[in-house]
């Protein structure tokens, strides 16, 4: 009878141990399950309207260029004003073209760019600069410009592996665009051993996903009929992309358009672009179920232009 009562005692000490080592590890994996949720990444993007374009210009080229721009895409533009958007001292004009297939951000620098202004493709708004600013280093970026203050918000600079440069821009009164008919692309050249690290850490950064990855992709698209490339497209709440990894080798005027424009009609467009001093580059051509030209627009920016192919 005794030795009947200790053994149960053991038994219920052995349950009891097992409850709590049980209780100890639902407790550790829902802390791990919350760790896991609190960490989950961020989305600072706001929207594709708020994907700008940066030109920059001669300021005697400036109202032709913006003229002709929004002659050839329609959308309005914004006030001009003459400001300094830089950390150390320099003066531009500024103004914005907001057009159904894109926005525009120009600058017509009255002194000289400070570096490393003037290499960034594009400006990216963001709901919290410093925190994306963060996310987009942890992602893989440098931060070649330190966030800093401008007239009417705070801005930094970018570098993604590759090259490509990009500003992250946030606005003390949230502005408010409309919502684009057809969203542009960011075209982006990279060299073949670094288009698989930048598309990895851009995804982490932008929360995007891969819509397309032609690794034999047509090489008219890069003025090379006979050849073929490598073409990765994108898409995120930032806007679209299309990667392009190249050996380099592009005629010209590859390599130098940094937006493609989408359009419902192509000629209409060219003959808008035409008539308001713009030169079709590359005459229309047909590949990947587009119709695509390459123009340049007075003051020398050059872009992209497609349709749907029918």
């Given amino acids: 009878?005794?030795?009947?009562?200790?053994?149960?005692?053991?038994?219920?000490?052995?349950?009891?141990?097992?409850?709590?080592?049980?209780?100890?590890?639902?407790?550790?994996?829902?802390?791990?399950?919350?760790?896991?949720?609190?960490?989950?990444?961020?989305?600072?993007?706001?929207?594709?309207?708020?994907?700008?374009?940066?030109?920059?210009?001669?300021?005697?080229?400036?109202?032709?260029?913006?003229?002709?721009?929004?002659?050839?895409?329609?959308?309005?533009?914004?006030?001009?004003?003459?400001?300094?958007?830089?950390?150390?001292?320099?003066?531009?004009?500024?103004?914005?073209?907001?057009?159904?297939?894109?926005?525009?951000?120009?600058?017509?620098?009255?002194?000289?760019?400070?570096?490393?202004?003037?290499?960034?493709?594009?400006?990216?708004?963001?709901?919290?600069?410093?925190?994306?600013?963060?996310?987009?280093?942890?992602?893989?970026?440098?931060?070649?410009?330190?966030?800093?203050?401008?007239?009417?918000?705070?801005?930094?600079?970018?570098?993604?592996?590759?090259?490509?440069?990009?500003?992250?821009?946030?606005?003390?009164?949230?502005?408010?665009?409309p919502k684009l008919a057809t969203i542009p692309e960011n075209r982006v050249y990279v060299s073949p051993d670094k288009q698989k690290e930048f598309v990895k850490d851009f995804l982490a950064f932008s929360q995007g996903k891969i819509v397309s990855d032609e690794p034999k992709a047509p090489g008219i698209e890069i003025g090379r009929a006979n050849d073929s490339y490598h073409r990765i497209r994108i898409d995120s709440l930032f806007g679209k992309m299309t990667v392009l990894a190249t050996d380099g080798h592009l005629p010209y005027p590859y390599g130098l358009e940094m937006t493609g424009y989408e359009v419902a009609d192509l000629n209409e467009t060219l003959d808008k672009a035409k008539a308001s001093g713009a030169k079709v580059l590359v005459e229309p051509y047909t590949a990947d179920h587009r119709k695509a030209a390459l123009v340049e627009f007075p003051g020398g920016y050059i872009a992209e232009i497609h349709a749907t192919a029918n």
């Fill in 1 to 177: 009878m005794t030795n009947a009562i200790c053994d149960m005692g053991m038994m219920m000490r052995k349950t009891y141990q097992a409850m709590i080592i049980g209780t100890g590890l639902a407790g550790a994996l829902l802390a791990l399950t919350t760790a896991t949720a609190t960490a989950a990444p961020v989305n600072y993007a706001v929207g594709p309207q708020y994907d700008t374009t940066h030109v920059y210009l001669d300021p005697a080229d400036y109202d032709k260029f913006m003229t002709s721009f929004q002659a050839t895409f329609g959308g309005t533009l914004s006030k001009q004003v003459v400001a300094t958007v830089t950390p150390t001292p320099s003066s531009t004009i500024s103004q914005l073209a907001l057009t159904p297939a894109g926005t525009v951000s120009a600058f017509g620098y009255k002194t000289p760019a400070p570096y490393p202004f003037g290499a960034e493709r594009t400006g990216y708004l963001v709901t919290k600069l410093d925190e994306a600013v963060k996310a987009a280093h942890k992602a893989g970026a440098s931060v070649i410009v330190a966030p800093f203050d401008d007239p009417i918000g705070r801005d930094a600079v970018i570098q993604w592996p590759g090259g490509v440069n990009m500003q992250l821009y946030w606005h003390t009164t949230p502005p408010d665009y």
